[in-house]
């Protein structure tokens, strides 16, 4: 009999966050696939075999599963880390500078040695390049803050700085890199209507400090 394991519904309150206030959030331990790069993802070339990559390796681990665990869970959505080696310089102004991590959530159930056969069927079946670079990995935030934007990547910035300043008003700082979770296709979506949980790792300030 096959089992269903529904990460969407299990995490609705980590991946529909209102987009009209800034929720506070603490995000627990997962294991994700992951992949590097950096430059602007507008106009790199390794951004697109990245999300190639990525996505072969959730669909071959998902197809495997099924098949030889009888348990059957959604491919979730892609989620993008962003940073620069300075913060302080970070603006959506300065892709070029930008280094990315590209990333998507695998259920408990994928552990080391699936994930390492399911990767060599898949460099034996697709040929994509870039599956030598993915790797499964677990990423923990902890304490966020987060929002939901809808419309265009290009015109996130406002939306960035209120989850920014709604962090500092609590007596947070930020910390860690700016994570945003790509709930649209943009292929498919009108830019307008394009949603993207925006969030960003946060740590409380001790009082008198």
């Known amino acids: 009999m096959l089992k269903k394991i529904d990460l969407k519904k299990d995490l609705k309150y980590l991946y529909q966050p209102s987009p009209a206030e800034v929720e506070l959030v603490r995000v627990p331990k997962f294991n994700f696939l992951m992949i590097d790069g950096e430059g602007d993802p507008n106009n790199s070339p390794s951004f697109q075999e990245a999300v190639q990559a990525l996505y072969t390796m959730a669909y071959t681990l998902k197809f495997m599963v099924k098949r030889e665990k009888s348990i059957e869970y959604p491919v979730m959505a892609l989620d993008g880390l962003w940073w620069m080696d300075d913060m302080s310089r970070f603006s959506m102004e ?25 990767l060599k069927q898949a460099k034996e079946k697709k040929g994509i390049p870039a599956l030598v670079n993915v790797r499964l990995e677990p990423y923990s935030e902890g304490l966020s803050v987060q929002i939901m934007y809808v419309g265009p990547y290009a ?29 649209g296709d943009p292929r498919k979506s009108k830019p307008e209507r394009l949603k993207t949980v925006v969030r960003q790792p946060i740590h409380k300030i001790r009082s008198g400090s």
């Not at 015109?155 to 945003?180: N, S």
């Open 94 to 118: 300065n892709r070029a500078a930008w280094r990315w991590t590209l990333m998507i959530l695998q259920p408990a159930v994928i552990t080391k040695s699936l994930f390492a056969k399911a």
């Open 155 to 183: 015109d996130e910035g406002p939306t960035i700085q209120k989850l920014h300043a709604v962090a500092r008003e609590r007596g947070c700082e930020l910390r860690g890199k700016h994570h945003e979770i790509y709930l």
